[in-house]
């Protein structure tokens, strides 16, 4: 099936239909560009390129000339730690700019959900209680967030344009630094940084550094009561220190966005607990047609020979 002035690549997801939800059926609108479900590839020689999320164990096997592996999120962790993906494979991912600011308007909502202690007021409603809550000033309100890649560090601006004190863990010193916030870098910053602090919210990429950082020790390092906003990769929480946590009062409760299973199962405990906020991995997506443009200039990238604009650094991991 292959010409020269057209490029094959496959769609893999084990949780997804990409094909329909990111309208990657170009069809008449880029004859250059074919993307097939799995089962409508023929010759599976031709394949070049591959557009993922969330891939199965074996999704790769049947593809011998795959040389571009693309994540249709921001993270690559599903490709790079895929046991089955060869490394000289290109791993790609899309860089949508309304992520970032998804993300912020999540944080802020959760922190602000916890300082003003919105659960109370809830249950103030359904009992017709007027008792407003003696008003904090923001700035008593230590947050840290962990990465300050594009997503932290619009949580960062976010968050200080509403006056909370912010420090961010980093490993390098951030280039345009923002008035006001602390940054605390290099390898033990997030140890550093996560002393004292009311809340704690995960950016992280996901890498052989950061699975299981959201841990006891860490934990211990919090104010008593605090919050944890989990919006980076399921992998990143150790979940027995983490209930040990809630339990202890070490932390008072959680907004949980990812997992390390999803969708997360029907009967696991996290969905019953009361201290946990728990949303479907909507912290931010990426947008569609942003999808589908970079998908195909990616594809068309390849098939031209040109340098892949949209490549991650393998080595570092994001
Ligand atoms: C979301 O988690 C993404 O990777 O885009």
Request: contains cysteine.
């Amino acid at each position: 099936m292959a010409t020269a002035e057209r490029i094959y690549g496959v769609l893999l997801s084990e949780t997804m239909d990409l094909k329909t939800y990111y309208s990657l059926d170009f069809g008449g609108a880029a004859p250059d560009v074919c993307l097939l479900n799995p089962d409508e590839v023929t010759r599976p020689e031709d394949i070049r390129f591959a557009a993922c999320w969330l891939p199965g164990p074996d999704a790769f096997a049947p593809y011998p000339n795959l040389e571009m592996a693309m994540s249709v999120g921001a993270g690559v962790d599903a490709l790079l730690n895929h046991s089955g993906l060869n490394k000289d494979v290109a791993v790609c991912r899309v860089r949508d700019p309304h992520q970032a600011h998804l993300m912020a308007g999540y944080a802020v909502h959760e922190v602000v959900h916890f300082e003003r202690e919105f659960p109370q007021m809830a249950r103030n409603q359904v009992a017709a209680n007027w008792d407003p809550l003696p008003i904090r000033a923001p700035a008593d309100l230590k947050v840290v967030v962990l990465g300050n890649g594009s997503m932290g560090a619009a949580i960062v601006r976010a968050l200080a344009a509403v006056g909370f004190a912010v420090s961010v863990a980093c490993r390098r010193p951030p280039e345009d630094p923002i008035a006001g916030v602390t940054y605390f870098t290099g390898d033990n910053s997030v140890a550093e940084s996560v002393v004292g602090m009311n809340v704690v919210i995960n950016t992280l990429p996901l890498t052989a550094h950061t699975e299981n950082v959201l841990n006891a020790n860490l934990f211990s390092r919090l104010a008593k009561g605090a919050w944890l906003v989990q919006i980076g990769r399921g992998e990143h929480l150790a979940e027995a220190d983490f209930i040990a946590a809630l339990e202890s009062g070490q932390l008072s409760g959680a907004t949980l966005d990812v997992f390390r299973t999803e969708p997360l199962p029907a009967d696991h405990p996290f969905w019953q607990d009361q201290r946990l906020r728990i949303t479907p991995h909507i912290a931010s997506d990426t947008m569609p047609h942003i999808v589908s443009e970079q998908v195909l200039l990616s594809a068309r990238e390849l098939l031209s020979g040109a340098p892949l604009s949209l490549s991650v650094n393998s080595a570092q991991g994001y």
